[in-house]
């Protein structure tokens, strides 16, 4: 059976801690992306510049960062969510298999977040499947809002019959989004959660891989303290069957 294997992960802008003290991860986050062995990575908060970080970390990488992450051999498709100051970051998706085509569309619900979806068409094995990358708000009000924007968009650009996959931190510490994710027709895992956030002591699963048209195969989250060190999250691994596959 053909099978493909997706990772969705907030690498918390490849930086951990806060102040003087706070430290660079964004390579060991590149060994962590390979070891993903995925063959679609979905990324949240990635930077595409940073003068501040670059001036206070001597190994800041000079290619942004979703480049610098994707392994060799894997295409990188980046798009901004949020403009500051000093830079800028968003979504990032990176592919083992050719990228057809990428879009972004602004998800921002109010002046104090900006978010963003990166919508994909990805040749997997021969079958086309959309991907959406997406980072939601805060607040729930806000989460209730980008989902339906995120439910009118996949109507209009992902063909009914289309296999598709949402991936992203979701924000949620309940079931509102599962339930109306659930109504588009995207199913995460049934059974029991996988925690993910804080990395350090998971309580809550706030990063999912909803799938429509797939056959769920797997899912699991790496765990340790070599991950909890990298970032505020932990990665989210899913496995699917692709449609016809045999």
């Known amino acids: 059976m053909n099978t493909v294997r997706v990772a969705t992960y907030n690498i918390h802008k490849g930086v951990q801690g806060m102040g003087p003290r706070r430290r660079l991860e964004i390579h060991n986050l590149g060994h962590a992306v390979e070891q993903l062995d995925a063959d679609i990575v979905c990324l949240q908060e ?23 992450l994707a392994p060799e051999g894997y295409e990188a498709i980046y798009r901004t969510n949020a403009y500051t100051r000093d830079g800028e970051h968003g979504n990032a998706l990176l592919s083992r298999w050719p990228v057809l085509s990428h879009q972004h569309e602004d998800m921002s619900d109010h002046r104090f977040e900006q978010r963003g979806l990166l919508h994909a068409e990805v040749m997997l094995h021969g079958c086309m499947v959309h991907v959406v990358v997406v980072h939601l708000g805060l607040i729930k009000a806000s989460r209730a809002r980008q989902v339906a924007q995120l439910g009118t968009f996949i109507q209009r650009e992902v063909p009914a019959g289309a296999p598709l996959l949402v991936a992203g931190d979701f924000n949620d510490w309940g079931n509102s989004v599962r339930q109306a994710m659930a109504d588009f027709g995207l199913l995460a895992f049934d059974g029991q959660r996988h ?42 691994i899913a496995e699917f069957g692709l449609p016809g596959a045999i």
Do not use: I
Not at 48 to 68: C, N, V, Y
Not at 208 to 226: H, I, K, N, S
């Open 195 to 236: 925690p993910t956030f804080p990395a350090r002591l998971p309580l809550a699963q706030l990063d999912y891989v909803f799938a429509r048209g797939l056959t769920p195969v797997g899912v699991q989250v790496p765990r340790g303290r070599a991950w909890w060190r990298m970032s505020d999250h932990l990665p989210l």
């Open 46 to 68: 990635v930077r595409k510049h940073h003068r501040g970080e670059a001036l206070h970390f001597t190994r800041w990488p000079e290619l942004p960062q979703a480049d610098f």
